[in-house]
Structure formats: structure tokens, C-alpha cells
């Protein structure tokens, strides 16, 4: 399963990968990060890791992220391992658009169990879908709020 969503944010791209590279603020902006734990202050580099609480179209778990890559500001990799074997990998993509950002969020995710019926993974793709388009919404308002105070 893969799910791109992107939006635009009025902010710079070093700006916007700062804060979505810097785990403690994943519960800020999206709806299915519920904590993260070890690494969470800073923008991550490869080979850090960070653990990550979350509930997933209605599913708990934890999944360990690990960073793999990182072209500051423009692109950012990495791939979680979740405690029930399923696997995931999310890749950030920014480019300088009009008086910001354009923003992409990929995640890959592939299931450890497969036997849910078609119909269920549909459902439950849809889920994903709305919970991503959601965060960047989020984000969107929590970044550009940010330079709205500032100004």
C-alpha cells in the first residue's frame, strides 16, 4: 500500500523540515502519532532511531523508526518496523514553491498478514488516506500560525 499526500506551506523548506524531521512534534500535527520516545528533540540524521506509539485506522501499536536518509532540506527517509512485523517506510520530499513550500509525505506500507479480505484492506486504505490528508492539514495551520505570529 503507498499513500502520497502533499500540500503547500506558507514557510521556508528548512523551516518545514525542521519541524516534521523532529519527532517531538509528530503528536503535534499527526492524528495517529500518540508519543514518541529516545530521539526526539532534534531533527533526525541516518542511523537514528526513535520509538513511536500510534493508532492506525483504529489499530495500536509501536513501531521502531530508523532514519536512512537525509538531504536537509529537501528529502528525508525512513523506515519503521512495527512490533506485529508489519513494515513501513515514509519519505518527506520539499521543494521551494511560490512564498513557500511544497510539501510530499509517501508512506509504504507492507503487511506482514495479508489474509483481510480485498474489501477490509480497501477500507482500511482509505483510513490511512484520510488520517494522512488530515496531518498535513495540521501542519499546515501549526507552520503557518507559527509565521503568522511572528509577523
Not at 503547500?8 to 495517529?32: G, K, Y
Not at 511560490?98 to 477500507?123: H, I, K, M, N
Not at 484520510?130 to 496531518?135: G, I, P, Q, V
Request: charged share 25%; aromatic share 6%.
Amino acid at each position: 500500500m503507498r499513500i502520497v499526500t502533499t500540500t503547500h506551506i506558507r514557510r521556508p523548506p528548512q523551516r518545514v523540515f525542521e519541524f516534521v524531521t523532529t519527532p517531538a512534534n509528530w503528536p503535534l500535527w499527526h492524528p495517529s502519532s500518540v508519543k514518541v520516545s529516545g530521539t526526539v528533540d532534534h531533527p533526525l540524521q541516518p542511523g537514528e532511531q526513535v520509538t513511536e506509539e500510534y493508532v492506525v485506522a483504529g489499530h495500536p501499536g509501536t513501531a521502531v523508526w530508523t532514519v536512512r536518509e537525509c538531504s536537509a532540506p529537501h528529502h528525508w527517509l525512513l523506515d519503521g518496523v512495527a512490533t506485529n512485523g508489519n513494515r513501513g517506510t515514509i519519505t518527506y520530499t520539499l521543494r521551494p514553491h511560490d512564498d513557500g513550500t511544497a510539501f510530499e509525505r509517501a508512506l509504504s506500507v507492507v503487511w506482514l498478514q495479508t489474509e483481510l479480505p480485498e474489501q477490509a484492506l480497501e477500507g482500511l486504505r482509505r483510513q490511512i488516506e484520510a488520517e494522512s490528508t488530515e496531518a498535513l492539514r495540521r501542519l499546515k495551520l501549526l507552520l503557518e500560525a507559527e509565521a503568522d505570529d511572528a509577523a
